[in-house]
């Protein structure tokens, strides 16, 4: 195995360490990729989880509001009971019809017992006074179907399935920076990753891989998401020939905390929060007369944004989100990190004065094509979670359904994955370790260069855009505009370098391949959004106002074909609910 010239210096045996056998790899630490993980060890085969963070720092860790499960805990106001179909149709009409509904059926019929199995896990739900799984009203919902713990949920949740996939001494590659895909014969039989405290290249040989590294949130200046959520695994698969699907389709939420965007979670909102203008109005009465302030996403973060637009939110651009009718005793059993996070970063304290909040990027709608079982169209690929589209949220998701999204399609997808392997010929070394050298080229590279410039400031320029220009109101000349932006930052980023040459723990690396897989995501989206010219869940054009079932139920495609993006659609899935008016 002879590497390619600017390797010559690596020995044979050097290189041989650096590659790892293991049936199914998993890349992603979060709820998706340990429930997979635990899944897979079930099994009994041989299966490694790769993650760029410890997994208890992935972003599940910081979902607040819950989990949605038609339990029937708490009858609807009418004293009838919840069901999956209920569950269902709430989820299909707040996708805006764009939810693909065989996806959505599944996942609905899999929740209470997922729920359950979280619970015999080890996860510690809230309780109601008789005992049982405590829920709350959440937007766009019939019934309170959201099961929590306390505003601590994917805290909770994350912890306890870390603690059972620890149990079954599954290997974690802790801080690996994923950095390719590898194909051999039209299939994924593997990866190459950055070990990053060493800089070292390694390569994982498998049957399959698993794609479950959440969103690309921080795509977008003002985001509740963590830094580390840049969309890495959307643009592997882009990389490798995988289609994304939907990826116009962003959600912002509309209560995230005024000048950091922290999330307040919708579960204020779900024990009776109220949403207060500076003229005193409570102004979601006008925008949705049934639900009020419990209006599906999209709606509320319309809302406030037109009432900011339109002169009456305060100065400096925001609402407030009052608790304070709600009491001390409420507020520090239902909302205790709600609290923290509002005293520690607002100086406010929401038991006594309102918070104020502002909508922020929140959530990945779109994401890898993929079928009902994961399935992508590189075989020995799959997805699940936030990263991919299976598309049980369409144009827009309900609160509470991304974390029970990530916990049945972990385990549904793994267990596809371990039917498939036993018809999945024996991957080849050789084309792992043509692309390790690849990479260590292509790094060598990048050190390489002579033109040294702020890589960050790139960034910057790239988020402020996107959140300006493809933001809650779109219009299709400021969004071409944007583009042009992008595609000038594509370019002068192209030619950029860092200081730090050093390969070893060099975050700033790390950094210079995050920003430019997010320069190629935020093209995606913007050239999505031009396409679609109707107004659809998340997706508002102000110049398209208007939903165009005729010309756009469908879902957008978008492909890398020979260094060029290219945009196709496929038909949604209608089952048991027909498209018609989207009211609240």
Known sequence: MKSLKHNEEISVAST????????????????????AAFQVSNSGLSGALISKVHPLRSHSVAAQGGMNASLGN?????????????????????????????????MCREATATVYELEHMGTVWSRLENGKIAQRPFGGAGFPRTCYAADRTGHNALHTLYEQVLNKNFPIYEEFFVTSLVKDKGRCIG???????????????????????????????????????????????????VPLKDMEFV????????????????????????????????????????????????????????????????????????????????????????RQIAMDFAGVDPIEEPIPIQPGQHYSMGGIDADINGVTKLPGLYAAGECACISVHGANRLGGNSLLETVVFGRL????????????PEPDTQAVQLAINQVESKIGEIIGRKKDANIFNVKDEMTETMFKKFGIFREGQTMEKGLKEILKMENKFSNLTINN?????????????????????????ARCAIKREESRGSHTRTDHPDRDDENYLKHTLIELEDKNLNISYKPVTIGMFEPKERVY
């Open 501 to 525: 040459k050093h390969l070893a723990v060099n975050q700033t690396l790390v950094q210079f391949l995050e920003i430019e897989g997010m320069l190629k995501i935020a093209e995606v989206v």
């Open 74 to 106: 708490v009858p609807g106001d009418d004293g009838a009971s919840d069901d999956w179909k209920m569950h269902a149709y709430d989820t299909v009409k707040g996708s805006d019809y764009l939810a693909d509904q065989d996806a959505v059926e599944k």
């Open 191 to 241: 990866c190459t990753a950055m070990e990053i405290m060493t800089g070292k290249i390694h390569g994982f040989i498998s049957k399959a891989v698993l794609m479950a590294t959440g969103g690309f949130g921080r795509v977008f200046n003002r985001s509740t998401n963590a830094l580390i959520n840049t969309g890495d695994g959307l643009s592997l698969a882009l990389n490798a020939g």
């Open 413 to 424: 997808v793994a267990d596809k994955i371990i039917d498939d392997i036993n018809q999945t």
């Open 16 to 35: 041989v360490e650096s590659i790892h056998y293991h049936d199914v790899i998993i890349i992603g630490g979060g709820l998706t990729g340990l429930r």
């Open 251 to 338: 959600q912002f939420h509309p209560t995230t905390l005024y000048g950091t965007n922290i999330l307040m979670s919708e579960g204020a909102r779900g024990e009776g929060g109220i949403l207060i203008n500076s003229q005193g109005e409570r102004f979601m009465e006008k925008y949705a007369p049934n639900s009020v302030d419990l209006a599906p996403r999209d709606v509320v973060a319309r809302s406030i944004e037109q009432e900011i637009r339109e002169g009456r939110a305060f100065d400096g651009g925001y609402v407030h989100l009052d608790l304070t009718h709600l009491g001390s005793d409420r507020i520090m059993e239902r909302l205790p990190g709600i």
